[in-house]
């Protein structure tokens, strides 16, 4: 499975960015989709998730300010980023899980400057 994600970039603080990642698979709409991302020398870390009938997870660090969200018809999950900080700053990466298989993109590159 190829996952594309793209949107990163470099942005200031209290700014906003949107991330996509695209499926090809015509079965997107049955699989979770999460977004991780891994900050500057620190280890991966779940960001958001939803689920397939669209029930959303966030980490406590980004509730508030992010919004996951899909488009079955687009095979396309989003990560719409506001109120940045520059913790933040991190690559960041779709999964899709599928039963016991996960499935992850290449990295987009979020900074964040201050």
């Known amino acids: 499975v190829q996952l594309q994600a793209s949107g990163g970039g470099t942005v200031q603080a209290g700014g906003s960015l949107r991330l996509s990642c695209a499926s090809p698979?015509?079965?997107?709409?049955?699989?979770?989709m999460s977004w991780y991302r891994q900050p500057p020398g620190k280890e991966r870390e779940l960001v958001a998730r939803i689920s397939s009938g669209g029930n959303t997870n966030y980490a406590d660090s980004v509730k508030g300010r992010f919004t996951i969200s899909r488009d079955n018809a687009k095979k396309t999950v989003y990560l719409l980023m506001n109120s940045l900080k520059p913790e933040d700053t991190a690559v960041y990466y779709c999964k899709m899980t599928r039963g016991q298989y996960e499935y992850w993109g290449r990295g987009t590159l979020v900074t964040v400057s201050s």
């Open positions: 698979r015509n079965t997107f709409s049955s699989y979770p």
